[in-house]
């Protein structure tokens, strides 16, 4: 398979503040996700980011894939962005996702 | 709305039980995929399937069982053969346009199985 390593594993921030969270990968891959994992569980799309850079509202990623690596960038955090995101990859033979183990994120007010 | 249904939210059951998650999707998605998601984990595959009547093993298949009689439906067998079965489950779809593509992943609310 294919390695997705991610840091920081754990982040806490003061409301408002930004961050900036990392997903390495270890070979050629076709497709790239970021989720965030609320507290209940529930794993909600926010980047479909093969290549490129896009934004949605304070949140943006941008995929270098010639250099393997994603980012996420969270701006002026708020209490509802807790919860631990995670960065998925398709290798390049298809068929399938393979998940980094998240970073765990806590905006405290 | 178009989604994915993942029955039953909360489960228990006794060890040597086998037991039996649904995963139901109206997006007309052709891939669908049950992961396994541990407390501080990552999700791993367990089982997927690109087309009706085929599946193919995930990274942890041993001690579960799958089936996909139909485009909708795939639903997760955990057998007594688990020996660690107590997890949060999670079941996605995707488009699948083809053999090398997936399509962006889109995941249900999941199940969680205790085993007493």
């Known amino acids: 398979g294919i390695q997705v390593e991610q840091s920081p594993p754990d982040l806490i921030l003061q409301e408002g503040a930004n961050s900036t969270l990392r997903c390495n990968f270890s070979d050629s891959v076709n497709n790239l996700q970021w989720f965030h994992q609320n507290p209940w569980g529930q794993l909600i799309n926010l980047f479909y980011?093969?290549?490129g850079t896009k934004q949605n509202g304070r949140l943006s990623a941008t995929t270098v894939a010639t250099e393997r690596y994603s980012l996420l960038y969270i701006s002026s955090s708020q209490t509802t962005d807790s919860g631990v995101y995670f960065c998925a990859v398709e290798h390049n033979t298809g068929n399938q996702f393979y998940f980094g183990t998240g970073t765990s994120l806590t905006v405290i007010p | 709305d178009g989604g994915i249904t993942q029955s039953p939210k909360y489960l228990f059951r006794k060890e040597g039980q086998n037991v039996t998650l649904s995963c139901e999707q109206n997006l007309n998605h052709d891939a669908m995929y049950w992961y396994r998601q541990d407390p501080g984990q990552g999700l791993r595959l367990i089982y997927y399937?690109?087309?009706?009547?085929?599946?193919q093993k995930g990274d942890i298949a041993e001690g579960y069982s799958v089936s996909r009689e139909k485009k909708e439906s795939f639903p997760l067998t955990v057998t007594s053969a688990q020996k660690n079965p107590t997890a949060f489950y999670l079941c996605?779809?995707?488009?699948?346009?083809?053999?090398?593509?997936?399509?962006?992943?889109?995941f249900g609310e999941g199940s969680r199985l205790t085993v007493l």
């Open positions: 399937s690109q087309i009706v009547n085929d599946f």
């Open positions: 980011i093969p290549s």
């Open positions: 996605a779809s995707s488009i699948s346009a083809g053999a090398h593509f997936t399509g962006e992943l889109f």
